[in-house]
């Protein structure tokens, strides 16, 4: 059962409504502000559990996903990568955004930037 900690937690990232390929202010909106260390820990750990239950969706947990990637979160790969092995089309794409960017240790809108970057690069040449 969902606890109202995590469904609260669920309803910040929710209603940020933002596309975190482009831009991604939940950390800076949110995380940042929480004021100890103790906060901050449980919002990870949160995460983490929110992204192994099986109460989620699969395509609730592409946005959680990609917080951790924001939040540099990389006990998160694991989880992460047995999704997007789970998943297919659309959802697979964004678990892997995710999983690139936790490997990378960078959010998903600098990994998406990055590889943007570089194709027009190589389109110059």
């Known amino acids: ?8 937690l669920w309803r910040t990232i929710h209603g940020q409504s ?3 390929c482009v831009s991604s202010n939940w950390k800076t909106k949110y995380f940042d502000s929480l004021d ?14 929110m992204l192994e239950s ?5 395509g609730k947990k592409t946005l959680i996903a990609h917080v951790c990637a924001d939040l540099r979160i990389l006990e998160a790969i694991r989880p992460v990568e047995k ?3 789970e998943a297919s089309g659309s959802l697979k794409y964004a678990f892997t955004l995710s999983y690139e960017a936790l490997s990378r240790g ?3 809108p ?4 990055d ?4 194709a027009i690069a190589e389109c110059k040449e």
């Open 110 to 113: 600098e990994l998406t930037r």
């Open 36 to 49: 100890s260390e103790d906060e901050k820990d449980k919002v990870r750990s949160t995460l983490l559990k």
């Open 18 to 20: 933002y596309d975190f």
């Open 83 to 85: 999704l997007r092995n």
């Open 1 to 8: 059962m969902e606890s109202e900690y995590e469904a609260n």
């Open 106 to 108: 960078v959010s998903v």
């Open 54 to 58: 099986t109460e989620y969706p699969m």
């Open 115 to 118: 590889v943007w970057s570089k």
